[in-house]
């Protein structure tokens, strides 16, 4: 199927995908898929919900994914960048947190 699907939507001029399952362990879910999407897919893949920034990383330099999706990591750390850049520890998300979003 995906050796299929895949060729199509990039012949139709679709040029990224993002494969994350939120809330998941990456290697289990989004990371299998990846794997079977990348040899068929020459496009730009998002992925990594999960993804601790070293295994980010690891993925990125690999060419399984071109860009990383971090939204949960993003809230609980508005200055997620520099902190990734200073290698300073990440504060863990909270489900209240989703209740200061405007």
Same mark, same amino acid.
């Given at each position: 199927?995906?050796? &299929? *699907?895949? +060729?199509? =939507?990039?012949?139709? !001029?679709? @040029?990224? *995908?993002?494969? /994350?399952?939120?809330? /998941? %362990? &990456?290697?289990?879910? /989004? #990371?299998?898929?990846? $794997?079977?999407? $990348? +040899?068929?897919? /020459? #496009?730009?893949?998002?992925? !990594?919900?999960?993804?601790?920034?070293?295994?980010?990383?690891?993925?990125?330099?690999? @060419?399984?994914?071109? *860009?990383?999706?971090? !939204? $949960?990591?993003?809230?609980? %750390? +508005?200055? =997620?960048?520099?902190?990734?850049?200073? @290698?300073? +520890? =990440?504060?863990?998300?909270?489900?209240?947190?989703? @209740?200061? =979003?405007?």
């Amino acid at each position: 199927m995906i050796a &299929y *699907l895949v +060729p199509a =939507l990039q012949q139709l !001029g679709m @040029g990224a *995908l993002d494969v /994350s399952c939120a809330n /998941s %362990n &990456y290697f289990e879910t /989004s #990371g299998r898929m990846v $794997r079977k999407i $990348r +040899p068929h897919w /020459s #496009g730009v893949i998002m992925a !990594g919900a999960s993804l601790t920034p070293e295994e980010a990383e690891s993925e990125l330099d690999s @060419g399984m994914i071109d *860009l990383v999706t971090w !939204g $949960r990591a993003f809230i609980a %750390n +508005p200055d =997620l960048a520099e902190k990734l850049r200073d @290698g300073t +520890p =990440l504060a863990a998300f909270e489900e209240a947190m989703r @209740g200061t =979003l405007v």
